[in-house]
């Protein structure tokens, strides 16, 4: 299964409304997870079955989605929020991530 | 507190064998799935194998399969990789992952801070 990421890279502002796009390459039902990277840190789990929230994650972060097309969505960007984000299928083996979405200032 | 420490990386030859540890602690390790995960330079994330509570089952991604083997020693809390027939390509910091219970159909709830290997003449 491929995944598909968009945009690759994001140029934003505090405070923005941003969106990335993950769409595969077929149904994958909900079994959708998205993933926040800093360099040189371990990735960190943000998202998980499209749109659950992971414990300790902010709220300014969501997903929905179903199927082939899922979004993640961060509504008032924060300074700490300035990182790569990845989307990862986990319906069917081998997993595959998504190529990665790089957001910068 | 749940923590995942890779250890065994380095500077390899084409060819050569390497074995990544990945020591655990903080959580019922014989009852949680695991995985590896690698990033090569400039790249994004790269899943490369998982493997089941027991030991019983594995998975590999084409790149790595016939080449890598995962195992595991739920006495020792220890999670291993072991490489061989290294190529120029399997350059990459390497992550072991806790998977919630299985990682199918699941997620990846914590990861370590990753061990880099590289493999260059």
């Known amino acids: 299964i491929q995944l598909t990421q968009s945009p690759s890279f994001l140029s934003a502002s505090v405070g923005d409304r941003v969106t990335i796009t993950c769409r595969a390459s077929?149904?994958?039902?909900?079994?959708l997870v998205w993933y926040q990277h800093k360099p040189g840190k371990a990735p960190r789990l943000l998202i998980y079955?499209?749109?659950t929230l992971q414990s300790g994650v902010p709220s300014r972060f969501s997903g929905r989605g179903s199927g082939t097309e899922f979004t993640l969505t961060i509504s008032s960007l924060q300074p700490e929020d300035y990182a790569s984000y990845y989307c990862?299928?986990?319906?069917?083996?081998?997993?595959?991530f998504g190529g990665g979405t790089k957001v910068e200032i | 507190e749940v923590q995942l420490v890779e250890s065994g990386g380095g500077l390899v030859q084409p060819g050569g064998s390497l074995r990544l540890s990945c020591a655990a602690s903080?959580?019922?390790?014989?009852?949680?799935?695991l995985s590896w995960v690698r990033q090569a330079p400039g790249t994004g994330l790269e899943w490369v194998s998982s493997?089941?509570?027991?030991?019983?089952?594995?998975y590999y991604a084409d790149s790595v399969k016939g080449r890598f083997t995962t195992s595991r020693d739920n006495s020792k809390y220890t999670l291993y990789l072991q490489m061989s027939s290294l190529r120029a390509e399997d350059t990459a910091v390497y992550y072991c992952?806790?998977?919630?219970?299985?990682?199918?159909?699941?997620?990846?709830?914590?990861w370590g801070q990753g061990s880099l290997v590289t493999v260059s003449s």
């Open positions: 992952a806790k998977c919630y219970t299985s990682c199918q159909k699941y997620h990846f709830d914590v």
């Open positions: 903080g959580f019922s390790f014989s009852t949680c799935s």
């Open positions: 493997i089941s509570s027991t030991g019983e089952f594995t």
């Open positions: 077929q149904d994958i039902s909900s079994y």
């Open positions: 079955t499209a749109s």
């Open positions: 990862q299928q986990v319906d069917i083996y081998p997993f595959t």
